[in-house]
């Protein structure tokens, strides 16, 4: 438990937002799917003492522990467990805790022949509607997008389906000269894998089971990509060295969509030490504060010197990789539901559950914006919506330093919008007039300084 909360912590994206942008009013207190608030604000309560602790002080999870297993029996006790199961399930009340969907919808199960419509269309659809039941920070941070495929091998229906996903799981096969590189378990993922008789495939159309072959790809990567290396197989550890890069992985090859991404950069790893049925876990994790990596090993924190940072990180105990893709550097941007302006037309609403994401470009004074998915919306709607010209909804005296915000470019499902600016944004928020406001990242920066 205690590595895997390291590597979280080390989530500057996620920590930022629960230190600088949360608020408790954000707990989404009804969703039994979350833990009524009770787990977020124990994890944020640890996460300011560590916060405001100085020189590697040792905190202790004590208080933190206790809540997790009032959560979920399966964390009670002190058995060791799955890292990936623990960092799965944190990540997901989380999210649950502060969902922003107060009623889901139901889920529509679509379906989809391949021949009716275009893949990019179906992701877009798929996605739309994994977001009209779940909005999150976390969905914004760690979930993308898998496509899976097959073909009926007795009415040749063919059948796509798109899955979010918040982990990527990397089989490894025991090889025999025991150093593989990363990129080749990217590259295994994607094959076409043949489903044999243990494991058969269901046609959709013609329900009859077969031998197919599916495929399953990446279709979208999110920006903090946590990639699980599947040591354990038929209750065997595979002990096969993986060599990843520290910085600059790129996966843009093994990306099916038209998506291009930056390359990624590592901060924090999971270790795991031993076998199958005794094992001990330790992490290193990217320290942002300092720009400096530490081992973590229970109540020892080690501090890891440049020159020795790729002969001590690479190693082949590795088991989880968290990834920060590079082109995140700055912030993360949310935009955050605020229950008490309810008022909010339909259109409004529909356009709440696109995605909106705005790049800061710090050379230019500028941060451009962009709202996309947007696919049952007129777009002159959209317009107001984005007029932050309300100064006195703008906290923290930063209107100065907002000059003008103006229309670039309007595409089916895409607004583009420039902002003039001096400064540094952190949060958009919805406003009682439709407006939204947007908060600065002054004082988080201070602190970091
Ligand atoms: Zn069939």
Same mark, same amino acid.
């Given at each position: 438990?205690?590595?895997?909360?390291?590597?979280?912590?080390?989530?500057?994206?996620?920590?930022?937002?629960?230190?600088?942008?949360?608020?408790?009013?954000?707990?989404?207190?009804?969703?039994?799917?979350?833990?009524?608030?009770?787990?977020?604000?124990?994890?944020?309560?640890?996460?300011?003492?560590?916060?405001?602790?100085?020189?590697?002080?040792?905190?202790?999870?004590?208080?933190?522990?206790?809540?997790?297993?009032?959560?979920?029996? =399966?964390?009670?006790?002190?058995?060791?467990?799955?890292?990936?199961?623990?960092?799965?399930?944190?990540?997901?009340?989380?999210?649950?805790?502060?969902?922003?969907?107060?009623?889901?919808?139901?889920? @529509?199960?679509?379906?989809?022949?391949?021949?009716?419509?275009?893949?990019?269309?179906?992701?877009?659809?798929?996605?739309?509607?994994?977001?009209?039941?779940?909005?999150?920070?976390?969905?914004?941070?760690? #979930?993308?997008?898998?496509?899976?495929?097959?073909?009926?091998?007795?009415?040749?229906?063919?059948?796509?389906?798109?899955?979010?996903?918040?982990?990527?799981?990397?089989?490894?096969?025991?090889?025999?000269?025991?150093?593989?590189?990363?990129?080749?378990?990217?590259?295994?993922?994607?094959?076409?894998?043949?489903?044999?008789?243990?494991?058969?495939?269901?046609?959709? =159309?013609?329900?009859?089971?077969?031998?197919?072959?599916?495929?399953?790809?990446? #279709? /979208?990567?999110?920006?903090?990509?946590?990639? /699980?290396? =599947?040591?354990?197989?038929?209750?065997?550890?595979?002990?096969?060295?993986?060599?990843?890069?520290?910085?600059?992985?790129?996966?843009?090859?093994?990306?099916?969509?038209?998506?291009?991404?930056?390359?990624?950069?590592?901060?924090?790893?999971?270790? /795991?030490?031993?076998?199958?049925?005794?094992?001990?876990? !330790?992490?290193?994790?990217?320290?942002? /504060? @300092?720009?400096?990596? #530490?081992?973590?090993? @229970?109540?020892?924190?080690?501090?890891?010197?440049?020159?020795?940072?790729?002969?001590?990180?690479?190693?082949?105990?590795?088991?989880?990789?968290?990834?920060?893709?590079?082109?995140?550097?700055?912030?993360?941007?949310?935009?955050?539901?605020?229950?008490? #302006?309810?008022?909010?037309?339909?259109?409004?609403?529909?356009?709440?559950?696109?995605?909106?994401?705005?790049?800061?470009?710090?050379?230019?004074?500028?941060?451009?914006?962009?709202?996309?998915?947007?696919?049952?919306?007129?777009?002159?709607?959209?317009?107001?919506?984005?007029?932050? @010209?309300?100064?006195?909804?703008?906290?923290?005296?930063?209107?100065?330093?907002?000059?003008?915000?103006?229309?670039?470019?309007?595409?089916?499902?895409?607004?583009?919008?420039?902002?003039?600016?001096?400064?540094?944004?952190?949060?958009?928020?919805? !406003?009682?007039?439709? !407006?939204?406001?947007?908060?600065?990242?002054?004082? !988080?920066? =201070?602190?970091?300084?």
């Amino acid at each position: 438990m205690n590595s895997a909360l390291q590597c979280i912590f080390a989530t500057k994206e996620l920590s930022d937002y629960f230190l600088y942008n949360f608020s408790e009013k954000y707990i989404n207190k009804n969703n039994i799917l979350g833990s009524g608030g009770l787990l977020t604000l124990g994890y944020i309560n640890l996460l300011l003492n560590i916060n405001n602790t100085t020189n590697n002080e040792y905190i202790s999870p004590g208080l933190f522990k206790v809540v997790l297993s009032l959560c979920s029996s =399966k964390f009670e006790g002190n058995e060791q467990e799955d890292a990936h199961e623990f960092i799965i399930y944190l990540l997901d009340i989380f999210h649950e805790d502060i969902n922003r969907v107060i009623k889901k919808p139901n889920n @529509d199960n679509l379906k989809y022949n391949s021949d009716e419509i275009s893949s990019d269309k179906k992701s877009v659809i798929d996605w739309n509607n994994f977001l009209k039941r779940n909005q999150s920070v976390l969905i914004d941070l760690f #979930y993308g997008q898998l496509k899976s495929s097959a073909i009926c091998p007795i009415c040749h229906y063919h059948s796509i389906k798109f899955n979010s996903f918040f982990s990527l799981e990397l089989s490894i096969e025991e090889s025999t000269n025991q150093e593989i590189k990363l990129e080749k378990l990217f590259y295994e993922f994607s094959m076409e894998e043949k489903l044999d008789r243990d494991n058969l495939y269901k046609c959709e =159309k013609c329900k009859e089971k077969s031998e197919a072959n599916k495929t399953i790809e990446i #279709y /979208h990567v999110p920006k903090i990509l946590i990639i /699980h290396l =599947k040591r354990f197989n038929n209750n065997k550890k595979i002990n096969t060295f993986i060599d990843f890069p520290l910085r600059d992985l790129d996966i843009n090859e093994y990306i099916k969509s038209n998506d291009s991404v930056a390359k990624y950069d590592l901060f924090g790893i999971i270790n /795991h030490y031993g076998s199958m049925e005794y094992g001990h876990y !330790t992490s290193y994790c990217f320290n942002y /504060h @300092d720009h400096t990596w #530490y081992e973590y090993n @229970d109540r020892l924190v080690n501090k890891i010197p440049k020159e020795k940072e790729k002969d001590k990180i690479i190693n082949k105990n590795a088991y989880i990789l968290f990834y920060r893709c590079q082109d995140n550097d700055s912030i993360n941007w949310d935009v955050i539901y605020n229950k008490k #302006y309810e008022n909010i037309n339909e259109n409004n609403l529909k356009l709440f559950g696109a995605d909106f994401v705005l790049k800061e470009n710090p050379k230019k004074n500028l941060i451009l914006g962009e709202i996309n998915n947007i696919t049952n919306i007129d777009k002159s709607e959209i317009i107001p919506v984005i007029n932050i @010209d309300e100064k006195n909804e703008i906290e923290d005296n930063i209107d100065k330093d907002i000059n003008e915000i103006k229309e670039i470019k309007k595409e089916e499902c895409k607004l583009e919008i420039e902002i003039k600016t001096t400064g540094i944004f952190s949060s958009i928020k919805r !406003t009682k007039n439709n !407006t939204f406001r947007i908060k600065t990242f002054h004082e !988080t920066r =201070k602190k970091e300084n």
